[in-house]
Nanobody, 119 residues
Framework: QAQLAESGGGLVQSGGSLRLSCRGS????????IGWFRQTPGKEREVVAC????????YYADSVKGRFTISRDNAKNTVYLQMNSLKPEDTAVYYC????????????WGQGTQVTVSS
């Protein structure tokens, strides 16, 4: 059974850093485009960053560009999201997701991890 599990969330002060992990089981992350998304109450889920399966090219939302970095560790079947210079507006539940079917939208989601940035 294909599953994703996020970890690494927590409470951090403004300007601090966190690294989120997305570990896959039941399938190989290297062969899938993986995205990090976030959601706050009352708002739609938004994409934060993605890393492609073909050439590991990356995409970042304008709001996180230059502060967040997405990367893979294929040996650990894990995708990371390094978040630096965190701001209170980064507070959200962060989810990782995989496009396993290759249709350009995610079909497998993790359970989410809470990130809270205090001012």
């Amino acid at each position: 059974q294909a599953q994703l599990a996020e970890s690494g969330g927590g409470l951090v002060q403004s300007g601090g850093s966190l690294r989120l992990s997305c570990r896959g089981s039941g399938f190989t992350l290297e062969y899938n485009t993986i995205g990090w998304f976030r959601q706050t109450p009352g708002k739609e889920r938004e994409v934060v960053a993605c890393i492609s399966s073909s050439d590991s090219s990356t995409y970042y939302a304008d709001s996180v560009k230059g502060r967040f970095t997405i990367s893979r560790d294929n040996a650990k079947n894990t995708v990371y999201l390094q978040m630096n210079s965190l701001k209170p507006e980064d507070t959200a539940v962060y989810y990782c997701a995989a496009d396993r079917l290759g249709v350009g939208s995610p079909d497998t989601w993790g359970q989410g991890t809470q990130v809270t940035v205090s001012s």
